[in-house]
């Protein structure tokens, strides 16, 4: 073997140790990116789980609304009642008395004018005997 053999493998045996080193460096790196990877699948399959169950809160919170809404508005309803059979109850002995004042003025007057009929019937009467 000649000197610029020796040098020529001596020269390649080098090369050869830097490319398995670099080989191996390599290796490591894509290991590295594999874990990454894996930890990305897992970081996405988990925000894929978040956001479907956002979406499933998000429409219980949309039901909950409607229904707190549909709830309200029944609450209201039932209030307006309420509130209007207890004016009609407060009202009531003031339509009470107004409705006896009113049936006490008509028999009073009633109760005249009959008494005046009967007096102008029996003074025509007491007339038309005493004329004849």
Do not use: C
């Not at 789980?49 to 309803?77: F, W, Y």
């Amino acid at each position: 073997m000649t000197d610029a053999e020796r040098v020529i493998l001596i020269e390649t045996e080098q090369r050869s140790k830097s490319n398995s080193h670099r080989i191996n460096d390599i290796a490591e790196d894509i290991k590295e990116i594999k874990d990454e990877n894996k930890a990305i699948y897992k970081i996405a399959t988990s925000v894929e789980v978040m956001a479907e169950k956002l979406g499933n809160i998000e429409d219980k919170v949309d039901e909950t609304n409607r229904k707190v809404d549909e709830t309200s508005a029944a609450q209201r309803a039932t209030e307006a009642k309420f509130l209007e059979r207890i004016e009609s109850i407060e009202q009531r002995p003031g339509n009470q008395a107004v409705k006896s004042a009113n049936e006490i003025k008509t028999k009073v007057i009633t109760a005249i004018i009959t008494f005046l009929a009967t007096g102008v019937l029996g003074s025509i009467i007491y007339f038309a005997n005493f004329v004849k």
